[in-house]
């Protein structure tokens, strides 16, 4: 192990220069950690396992889908559509697997099929014992309860007693106890489970009692007493309804004179869940025919045939299309209601439509209706004045109306909608974020229209996630994530099932260097409490003698007993509105071998890439420390562990790094912030690298990267003014680019190219920490922000770096104005000082950008200066060329314009003066 060199030449008649290459082999056959699988399957019996599949379908073991598998670090998967699960890099030694029993279907319990003492005597969890380089399997079987209401009725002289138990959760249980005739019940003698139960309804001959809701595994006691004992026959009639199903009524229990006792388990009926059902195989995917299918509908169809116009009311009727109906393709059916010796015109933009659109006319039956249709009547983009006169024989004008019928193409601007969204991170379901898209004019985009979008970390489009589910091994993985426009221009973003509540930003380009940037809050989910965990140790007595010297100098006295261990993960609301998350574990030790890790996730390239599933470990504690707390409400959450500092809302306070430690973040309509806090000896690097057309190697400064730290994206700049930026694209570990941590290179999964179609220069900017020996120092800041008025805000930025030798800090400004929906003023100024072995430095910026965006013109002002500082300084103002060490002040002014705004010659749409 350690630095190998692999060489080659080629030896002919010359022989060529000796190409060398480096491997750093860590480890051999991956001895260090090891590796997690196993299947949630429902079962009749225990002979009818995942282990015994049989080939018959309908006999074969039925894998369940959606079931949530958790590790006592915090490490949870969902099972696959066959109900398989894997998680790996996991560290040797004892560990708990347990499922959450939030997840599981109703109706349904855990089998316990091997008769050991891994359970702990709890079949939802299973302690394992790993060792390195080997692979253990934890499988977990569900059985359908047996769904029956236990009853039992018992009389006594005169008291009687009615014991009702079920195996199954319900919504709501009734008992109606039929009394002889006569018999009366004593005032206030009825209690449940043997307290009085005043909410019991008495009539003439009978007792009704609503015992509410039931968890599973329920038993209630119901006793009262009669004025005389009872000398006929007794009833019970019961009616309950399980929880998602509608109530029933059970069958009738009697208890027939002179006996005193009769019981039965009345059936319940419950529907297996659609997540049980046997999961298809897997075929080859068909990515036309998957987005083909959507664009069927867009086909506008009418209701108007010969059973509409046979019932339709006379008179002259423009049907479709009305005032507001926004149309998917640039053609349109046209239907009109008249009667038939009317005469119909219609005109599009002021030009009578020809006769090729003209699809013909439908009468009713009785000859006093016709219904004149027209299909495929073009649109131009933008707005349509549709016109229709109706005349009867004479020439007169029976009907003449006109509509505006807007065709929008794409999309220019984007505006959240919370009412249709659903931001809940209950890691189960995925969040939908929807978005109404608007062009130019405002108007809402036409349904099918689709584009790209990008999501920031941690969060990733479930679009991606299901690719990678599709094709584990390809996995499509180059494919960015696309939204559809539905309905009224609402495209609904789905994104992958989280339980890391916070915010989520989205990044829109619309083309022309139209770009928007959408942020929402994942709310928490107020779950039950759940914990996975144990507690292991050893303690003896031990008695030495003879060579004592020699066995402690040796290691024996230490290695004659295990060491104790403290290891669990615990989340749950507290008081109703507040989230708890809460993991901790004492073998963890900071700055170890193997711990230069952040966010808990490793890289897929040191472990196999198939385990016979299709899912990916989440990790809901990651923290490089022995302890993780999160306390989160609504738009509220503080922590310690692992976390983005997430300061990119502004350019020159931008500080976006990975750390451990403390941070807490607020969202309020007028009022937010987020601070941080880190002790840490990690140090922040940032290299800008232009594209060479490649896709790699591209080597970083730093060395001993942070694994997790890095952060990739890539920057079109103006080829005139560096400063501007053109387009930028944020890229995604793993998926995008592979990173060698310990030898600092960069290979992406498509070439970057040096300069775009119309010459602009391409960087790699990379942004990551880089591990340090020195001593850990205390690096804290946050940014504060107040909204003035309705659309304008303030906000201050203050970070502080105690790196030794490198002690830094920033300050910064920023307020944005909005003066209507069109123009935004934005300015930022920012401040800077370091602490170097030459003395202290310090650098100043500021920025003043202001943009008007309305309808086809889109002009925008900048005007930046700079100093910049040397490399290490914290937020440094880093330029885009050496021509930012001096002190510059630049003006950029763009215009995009639509057709027919009269720009002179050039690119189309876009005129630029400096």
Same mark, same amino acid.
Not at 641 to 668: A, H, P, Q, W
């Given at each position: 192990?350690?630095?190998?060199?692999?060489?080659?030449?080629?030896?002919?008649?010359?022989?060529?220069?000796?190409?060398?290459?480096?491997?750093?082999?860590?480890?051999?056959?991956?001895?260090?950690?090891?590796?997690?699988?196993?299947?949630?399957?429902?079962?009749?019996?225990?002979?009818?396992?995942?282990?015994?599949?049989?080939?018959?379908?309908?006999?074969?073991?039925?894998?369940?889908?959606?079931?949530?598998?958790?590790?006592?670090?915090?490490?949870?998967?969902?099972?696959?559509?066959?109900?398989?699960?894997?998680?790996?890099?996991?560290?040797?030694?004892?560990?708990?697997?347990?499922?959450?029993?939030?997840?599981?279907?109703?109706?349904?319990?855990?089998?316990?099929?091997?008769?050991?003492?891994?359970?702990?005597?709890?079949?939802?969890?299973?302690?394992?014992?790993?060792?390195?380089?080997?692979?253990?399997?934890?499988?977990?079987?569900?059985?359908?309860?047996?769904?029956?209401?236990?009853?039992?009725?018992?009389?006594?002289?005169?008291?009687?007693?009615?014991?009702?138990?079920?195996?199954?959760?319900?919504?709501?249980?009734?008992?109606?106890?039929?009394?002889?005739?006569?018999?009366?019940?004593?005032?206030?003698?009825?209690?449940?489970?043997?307290?009085?139960?005043?909410?019991?309804?008495?009539?003439?001959?009978?007792?009704?009692?609503?015992?509410?809701?039931?968890?599973?595994?329920?038993?209630?006691?119901?006793?009262?007493?009669?004025?005389?004992?009872?000398?006929?026959?007794?009833?019970?009639?019961?009616?309950?309804?399980?929880?998602?199903?509608?109530?029933?009524?059970?069958?009738?229990?009697?208890?027939?004179?002179?006996?005193?006792?009769?019981?039965?388990?009345?059936?319940?009926?419950?529907?297996?869940?659609?997540?049980?059902?046997?999961?298809?195989?897997?075929?080859?995917?068909?990515?036309?025919?998957?987005?083909?299918?959507?664009?069927?509908?867009?086909?506008?169809?009418?209701?108007?045939?010969?059973?509409?116009?046979?019932?339709?009311?006379?008179?002259?009727?423009?049907?479709?299309?009305?005032?507001?109906?926004?149309?998917?393709?640039?053609?349109?059916?046209?239907?009109?209601?008249?009667?038939?010796?009317?005469?119909?015109?219609?005109?599009?933009?002021?030009?009578?439509?020809?006769?090729?659109?003209?699809?013909?006319?439908?009468?009713?039956?009785?000859?006093?209706?016709?219904?004149?249709?027209?299909?495929?009547?073009?649109?131009?983009?933008?707005?349509?004045?549709?016109?229709?006169?109706?005349?009867?024989?004479?020439?007169?004008?029976?009907?003449?109306?006109?509509?505006?019928?807007?065709?929008?193409?794409?999309?220019?601007?984007?505006?959240?909608?919370?009412?249709?969204?659903?931001?809940?991170?209950?890691?189960?379901?995925?969040?939908?974020?929807?978005?109404?898209?608007?062009?130019?004019?405002?108007?809402?985009?036409?349904?099918?229209?689709?584009?790209?979008?990008?999501?920031?970390?941690?969060?990733?489009?479930? #679009?991606?996630?299901?690719?990678?589910?599709?094709?584990?091994?390809?996995?499509?993985?180059?494919?960015?994530?696309?939204?559809?426009?539905?309905?009224?221009?609402?495209?609904?973003?789905?994104?992958?099932?989280?339980?890391?509540?916070?915010?989520?930003?989205?990044?829109?380009?619309?083309?022309?260097?139209?770009?928007?940037?959408?942020?929402?809050?994942?709310?928490?989910?107020?779950?039950?409490?759940?914990?996975?965990?144990?507690?292991?140790?050893?303690?003896?007595?031990?008695?030495?003698?003879?060579?004592?010297?020699?066995?402690?100098?040796?290691?024996?006295?230490?290695?004659?007993?295990?060491?104790?261990?403290?290891?669990?993960?615990?989340?749950?609301?507290?008081?109703?509105?507040?989230?708890?998350?809460?993991?901790?574990?004492?073998?963890?030790?900071?700055?170890?071998?193997?711990?230069?890790?952040?966010?808990?996730?490793?890289?897929?390239?040191?472990?196999?890439?198939?385990?016979?599933?299709?899912?990916?470990?989440?990790?809901?504690?990651?923290?490089?420390?022995?302890?993780?707390?999160?306390?989160?409400?609504?738009?509220?959450?503080?922590?310690?562990?692992?976390? #983005?500092?997430?300061?990119?809302?502004?350019?020159?306070?931008?500080?976006?790094?990975?750390?451990?430690?403390?941070?807490?973040?607020?969202?309020?309509?007028?009022?937010?912030?987020?601070?941080?806090?880190?002790?840490?000896?990690?140090?922040?690097?940032?290299?800008?690298?232009?594209?060479?057309?490649?896709?790699?190697?591209?080597?970083?400064?730093?060395?001993?990267?942070?694994?997790?730290?890095?952060?990739?994206?890539?920057?079109?700049?103006?080829?005139?003014?560096?400063?501007?930026?053109?387009?930028?694209?944020?890229?995604?570990?793993?998926?995008?680019?592979?990173?060698?941590?310990?030898?600092?290179?960069?290979?992406?999964?498509?070439?970057?190219?040096?300069?775009?179609?119309?010459?602009?220069?391409?960087?790699?900017?990379?942004?990551?920490?880089?591990?340090?020996?020195?001593?850990?120092?205390?690096?804290?800041?946050?940014?504060?922000?107040?909204?003035?008025?309705?659309?304008?805000?303030?906000?201050?930025?203050?970070?502080?770096?105690?790196?030794?030798?490198?002690?830094?800090?920033?300050?910064?400004?920023?307020?944005?104005?909005?003066?209507?929906?069109?123009?935004?003023?934005?300015?930022?100024?920012?401040?800077?000082?370091?602490?170097?072995?030459?003395?202290?430095?310090?650098?100043?910026?500021?920025?003043?950008?202001?943009?008007?965006?309305?309808?086809?013109?889109?002009?925008?002002?900048?005007?930046?200066?700079?100093?910049?500082?040397?490399?290490?300084?914290?937020?440094?103002?880093?330029?885009?060329?050496?021509?930012?060490?001096?002190?510059?002040?630049?003006?950029?002014?763009?215009?995009?314009?639509?057709?027919?705004?009269?720009?002179?010659?050039?690119?189309?749409?876009?005129?630029?003066?400096?």
């Amino acid at each position: 192990m350690g630095q190998a060199e692999n060489t080659a030449q080629a030896i002919g008649g010359a022989s060529s220069n000796i190409a060398r290459a480096s491997v750093l082999v860590r480890e051999d056959l991956n001895r260090s950690r090891a590796i997690l699988m196993g299947r949630v399957t429902l079962v009749d019996s225990c002979q009818n396992d995942a282990s015994n599949e049989k080939p018959d379908p309908a006999s074969a073991t039925l894998g369940l889908k959606g079931v949530r598998v958790m590790l006592q670090d915090g490490t949870y998967i969902v099972t696959d559509q066959e109900g398989r699960w894997h998680a790996d890099n996991i560290r040797p030694g004892t560990h708990v697997v347990q499922l959450d029993e939030t997840s599981l279907p109703k109706g349904f319990e855990l089998q316990a099929c091997e008769q050991n003492t891994r359970t702990g005597g709890r079949n939802f969890s299973q302690f394992v014992n790993l060792r390195g380089g080997t692979l253990w399997r934890a499988d977990f079987r569900l059985k359908k309860v047996a769904s029956c209401l236990s009853q039992q009725m018992q009389v006594q002289g005169k008291a009687v007693s009615l014991r009702l138990a079920a195996p199954v959760a319900n919504q709501a249980i009734s008992a109606t106890v039929m009394l002889p005739h006569g018999a009366k019940v004593v005032e206030g003698s009825v209690k449940l489970d043997a307290k009085p139960f005043a909410q019991a309804e008495l009539g003439d001959g009978f007792l009704v009692a609503r015992l509410g809701a039931q968890s599973g595994n329920w038993q209630r006691l119901l006793s009262f007493e009669l004025e005389s004992a009872p000398s006929a026959n007794l009833a019970l009639a019961v009616q309950v309804q399980p929880n998602d199903q509608p109530a029933q009524r059970l069958l009738p229990l009697h208890l027939k004179a002179p006996a005193t006792e009769a019981a039965q388990c009345a059936p319940i009926a419950l529907p297996t869940p659609a997540a049980a059902g046997a999961a298809p195989k897997p075929s080859a995917p068909a990515p036309t025919a998957r987005r083909a299918a959507p664009m069927q509908q867009l086909v506008e169809i009418l209701p108007y045939d010969d059973k509409w116009i046979a019932a339709a009311a006379p008179g002259p009727e423009w049907l479709h299309p009305q005032t507001g109906f926004v149309p998917a393709l640039p053609v349109v059916k046209v239907a009109v209601k008249h009667e038939p010796r009317h005469q119909v015109e219609l005109k599009v933009n002021g030009a009578p439509v020809g006769v090729l659109r003209y699809e013909g006319v439908v009468m009713n039956p009785a000859g006093t209706l016709a219904l004149s249709n027209w299909r495929a009547v073009d649109l131009r983009d933008g707005a349509n004045l549709m016109e229709v006169t109706v005349r009867d024989p004479q020439g007169q004008i029976v009907l003449q109306e006109s509509r505006n019928i807007h065709y929008a193409v794409g999309p220019a601007s984007a505006v959240f909608d919370t009412k249709r969204s659903q931001l809940v991170a209950d890691g189960r379901s995925p969040p939908l974020i929807a978005v109404r898209m608007l062009d130019k004019e405002g108007q809402p985009v036409r349904r099918g229209a689709g584009g790209e979008f990008q999501v920031a970390a941690p969060y990733l489009s479930q #679009d991606q996630a299901e690719a990678i589910q599709r094709e584990p091994l390809t996995g499509n993985l180059g494919a960015k994530a696309r939204y559809q426009i539905g309905d009224d221009g609402v495209a609904l973003i789905a994104l992958q099932p989280t339980s890391q509540a916070g915010e989520v930003v989205l990044n829109f380009d619309f083309g022309n260097s139209r770009t928007q940037e959408i942020r929402t809050w994942l709310k928490p989910d107020l779950r039950e409490w759940v914990l996975v965990g144990f507690a292991e140790g050893t303690r003896g007595f031990k008695d030495l003698s003879d060579n004592m010297e020699s066995l402690k100098a040796a290691g024996a006295d230490e290695q004659l007993f295990d060491q104790n261990r403290v290891a669990f993960y615990a989340k749950g609301q507290i008081k109703g509105e507040y989230l708890l998350t809460m993991a901790y574990d004492s073998a963890k030790e900071k700055n170890a071998a193997g711990s230069n890790v952040l966010k808990q996730a490793g890289d897929p390239n040191l472990f196999y890439t198939l385990y016979a599933d299709a899912t990916q470990p989440q990790f809901d504690a990651a923290s490089a420390r022995k302890l993780y707390l999160k306390i989160e409400k609504a738009q509220f959450y503080a922590m310690f562990g692992d976390y #983005d500092t997430g300061l990119s809302v502004t350019e020159l306070g931008r500080y976006s790094r990975t750390l451990n430690g403390f941070k807490s973040e607020y969202k309020g309509e007028r009022f937010g912030y987020n601070a941080f806090a880190s002790v840490t000896a990690q140090s922040f690097r940032k290299d800008e690298i232009q594209g060479d057309g490649t896709s790699g190697l591209y080597r970083l400064a730093g060395r001993d990267i942070v694994v997790n730290s890095d952060k990739v994206r890539v920057e079109v700049r103006d080829r005139f003014r560096p400063e501007i930026i053109v387009s930028t694209k944020t890229y995604t570990r793993y998926l995008d680019y592979q990173i060698d941590h310990a030898l600092g290179t960069l290979f992406f999964r498509e070439p970057i190219a040096p300069r775009d179609a119309a010459f602009n220069p391409v960087f790699i900017v990379a942004e990551y920490e880089s591990g340090s020996q020195a001593d850990a120092k205390l690096t804290y800041g946050g940014r504060v922000a107040m909204k003035v008025g309705e659309q304008s805000e303030v906000g201050l930025t203050r970070i502080h770096e105690g790196n030794v030798g490198r002690e830094a800090s920033l300050t910064a400004a920023d307020t944005t104005l909005r003066f209507g929906d069109s123009i935004k003023l934005r300015a930022e100024l920012a401040q800077s000082q370091r602490n170097a072995a030459v003395g202290k430095e310090s650098g100043n910026a500021y920025l003043v950008e202001l943009s008007h965006v309305d309808g086809n013109l889109d002009a925008r002002l900048r005007a930046p200066a700079r100093r910049r500082l040397r490399p290490g300084s914290a937020g440094r103002l880093r330029g885009r060329n050496a021509q930012d060490r001096r002190r510059r002040t630049a003006q950029a002014v763009r215009f995009d314009a639509g057709p027919g705004a009269g720009l002179p010659p050039g690119k189309p749409g876009q005129r630029r003066a400096a």
